[in-house]
């Protein structure tokens, strides 16, 4: 793939096609973890696979203890994020060919699918060991029921054990989306023994990881298959 120069931010592509999806990342940033590997792997199956830098450079490790402010900052959707998507990811994407768009998105990055599945051009969201209601209710104490009752496509969640139950199976964003026409098409995966932030930086030394993880990968690229084409 490529870094490109988008004003101010920098845009790792990888892939050629009409079909796009935006991958948004965890706390970790732009070179965190297994991020671009994953971005890779979807490419490979045939999608122009985008990678903003959100953070501009920035990244947080989970100890830091300006954490929480720091995310507050970063998540304001309708202050620098929302610009970001419209003035910035989507003119750019489409200047490279993409007509129609999913969004994946890790810990962090899942309150952007959320944000992004509420555009027309998305036709699905994927999120792996999603951080909603911890960002969204605890950090920047909104009403999570309305970011969700926003979203206007087929959503796939892939949960870890210690995930908040709002985000799994029976939880309020499945009571949320079960109502609407694309309800039925929203699936919900549950990885009890996996941990938080599994997929982009568990210990694949552990074949259990590492077999949740290719799992959970595949998972995403069949949900993508099925709605993005």
């Not at 402010?69 to 200047?95: H, M, N």
């Not at 999913?102 to 509420?118: D, E, I, Y």
Request: include cysteine; aromatic fraction near 12%; charged fraction near 25%.
């Amino acid at each position: 793939g490529v870094v490109d120069k988008v004003g101010a931010m920098d845009v790792y592509r990888v892939g050629v096609s009409n079909k796009c999806v935006i991958w948004c990342y965890d706390i970790y940033g732009f070179q965190g973890g297994r991020t671009r590997e994953y971005c890779d792997k979807l490419a490979e199956k045939g999608y122009m696979v985008l990678l903003p830098d959100f953070f501009r450079g920035e990244w947080r490790d989970v100890e830091d203890p300006d954490l929480c402010d720091w995310i507050k900052k970063q998540t304001d959707w309708y202050g620098e994020r929302q610009l970001d998507w419209v003035e910035k990811v989507l003119p750019y994407a489409r200047s490279h060919g993409a007509e129609v768009f999913a969004a994946v998105g890790t810990c962090w990055g899942s309150t952007m699918v959320l944000r992004l599945c509420s555009y027309g051009e998305f036709k699905a969201g994927a999120c792996m060991h999603p951080a909603l209601t911890f960002i969204i209710e605890n950090i920047q104490k909104q009403d999570l029921y309305e970011v969700l009752d926003e979203v206007q496509c087929p959503q796939l969640m892939i949960t870890a054990g210690n995930d908040h139950p709002n985000e799994k199976k029976g939880g309020l964003a499945d009571k949320v989306w079960s109502v609407m026409k694309f309800g039925p098409q929203c699936e919900f995966k549950e990885y009890p023994d996996m941990v938080h932030g599994w997929t982009v930086r568990g210990d694949f030394r552990d074949p259990c990881v590492d077999n949740a993880s290719r799992a959970a990968l595949n998972a995403v690229i069949n949900f993508l298959r099925s709605y993005l084409g």
